[in-house]
């Protein structure tokens, strides 16, 4: 008849209508509490004093990178979840692209530049004021994101990790490893949880890896990942939890 369509039909879970409304429901709370966990996080830093150091200074960008990484795809995927329509036109299609490779990649040299944020904590502990001083922490920052979305491929977050475990090796009291996994057990569970469940999607063998799992791992590592980050880093902070009840107490003051 003439007609043409350029763009794509993302099928997604069609094939499984039962199943879109359960998931509609299941990721909009899961992207609300993403950007619940990440803005506080977010505003906490920039509020409260005791928490702008290098460590909530990486922390809150890596919550505001989260905030863009879930935005980039979710809203989208919730649409095409509800509706008949699933298609997304040519030039759509390559922002998205581009928006979600830029950051995933800004995400991989982030947690790069946080190990050795915790590196210099925990092996340089006398010098790491002078190590860490406002200015390396910007341009770090700044040149995670500038390198993300040139998407290049320098990597070297094996190398802090390894310089860490060393330094823990070293102590010989079993209170002063406690003391330095607590200072970087939450950014070690950020990095297991982001780099596991994308190894497992793209290293699984073929003859047993079906359409459906690689779907569910893949929310899993985009939207599951970025709200449990806040959690984790919370959970057993007591800086960023006392941050938290001098906000609530302000509140209920004012």
């Known amino acids: 008849n003439g007609s043409s369509f350029t763009g794509f039909i993302l099928l997604g879970f069609s094939d499984r209508p039962q ?8 990721l909009l709370i899961f992207y609300l509490f993403t950007l619940l966990g990440n803005t506080t996080i977010i505003a906490l830093s920039h509020l409260d004093p005791h928490l702008q ?3 909530y200074f990486f922390l809150s960008n890596l919550s505001f990178l989260d905030l863009c990484y879930t935005t980039s795809t979710v809203p989208q995927l919730l649409v095409h979840l509800r509706r008949a329509d699933k298609s997304i036109s040519f030039g759509g299609c390559i922002v998205q692209l581009f928006v979600a490779l830029g950051l995933g990649g800004t995400e991989c040299i982030l947690l790069g530049v946080m190990a050795f944020d915790r ?6 502990p006398l010098h790491y004021t002078v190590v860490m001083h406002p200015r390396l922490c910007a341009l770090m920052a700044s040149a995670s994101w500038v390198i993300g979305f040139a998407n290049s491929s320098l990597q070297t977050v094996l ?4 310089r860490i475990v060393r330094a823990v090796l070293r102590i010989k009291s079993s209170a002063g490893q406690r003391k330095v996994f607590g200072t970087c057990g939450s950014h070690i569970t950020v990095v297991s949880l982001f780099y596991g469940s994308a190894i497992y999607a793209y290293l699984q063998p073929s003859n047993n890896y079906s359409q459906d799992q690689g779907k569910f791992v893949s929310l899993f590592y985009t939207i599951v990942t970025p709200m449990v980050n806040p959690i984790i880093y919370t959970l057993r902070n007591k800086d960023v939890m006392g941050a938290m009840k001098k906000m609530i107490c302000r509140g209920h003051d004012s």
């Open 19 to 26: 199943l879109e409304l359960v998931l509609f429901v299941v």
């Open 53 to 55: 150091t290098p460590m």
């Open 119 to 124: 590196y210099a904590a925990i092996c340089r």
């Open 159 to 162: 190398i802090s990790y390894g």
